[in-house]
């Protein structure tokens, strides 16, 4: 398998870092969407990652799509999400609204990147976005006493909450203050702290277009 993309990007990375946990063994492409956009267009018209290039020269794409396609490999007493019921569909949850979050937090980055002057309305609706995915998951957060949100073992909710976290606090640094989210920001060095996170990591740079 080759997984196409830098991991300073929360998606990319989840991806990685199930991967590893898995044990399943990858090539890491460290591709930029926008320096390197035509190389993943070979792969993925979308030109987005990550793009994961199967064993059979299928490249799945979106984090989401990809780490079914795993958990169907790996099978679901190994998967990082339970199979069925209730704790699947609150991880599935949990997952979207941080998803959402990184999803947000990218429009940001773009914003304060490519724009001269910045416009103060879909700020203020990405800002707010934010905060009500944070709040909405440190209540989820807060509400659960285990090592992780389901329990003792990390699973794709852990991870993605954790990618999230870091991702927006380093590209939109100072944006947003931490200290509001005292079981988030927990959460997130908790995972930080396990040698897989220290080993899939990247920190963030922005690649403009026309650089690779």
């Known amino acids: 398998m080759m997984l196409i993309g830098q991991y300073d990007s929360p998606f990319v990375r989840r991806v990685a870092i199930a991967l590893k946990l898995y044990r399943i063994p990858f090539e890491h492409a ?3 969407s926008f320096g390197e956009a035509d190389k993943i267009a070979g792969h993925n018209p979308l030109r987005r990652v990550p793009t994961l290039v199967m064993d059979d ?7 989401w799509a990809i780490l079914d396609a795993l958990d169907q490999i790996v099978g679901p007493n190994e998967a990082l999400i339970a199979p069925s019921g209730p704790d699947r569909r609150e991880s599935m949850r949990l997952q979207a609204l941080a998803a959402g979050a990184a999803d947000k937090g990218v429009s940001l980055v773009y914003e304060r990147a490519f724009r001269d002057e910045a416009l103060e309305h879909w700020v203020a609706r990405c ?4 905060t009500g995915a944070w709040d909405a998951l440190e209540k989820a957060r807060s509400a659960r006493s285990g090592p992780w949100l389901f329990g003792d073992e990390i699973g794709h ?3 993605i909450l954790a ?5 927006i606090s380093e590209a939109l640094e100072g944006a947003f203050d931490l200290s509001a989210w005292p079981a988030l920001a927990a959460h997130s060095a908790r995972a930080e702290a396990l040698p897989v996170f220290q080993e899939i990591c990247q920190p963030y740079r922005l690649v403009p277009p026309g650089e690779g």
């Open 30 to 32: 460290p591709w930029s």
């Open 57 to 63: 020269g299928v490249a799945m794409m979106d984090s």
């Open 127 to 130: 800002r707010a976005q934010v």
């Open 157 to 159: 909710a852990d991870i």
């Open 163 to 167: 990618t999230m976290l870091r991702f």
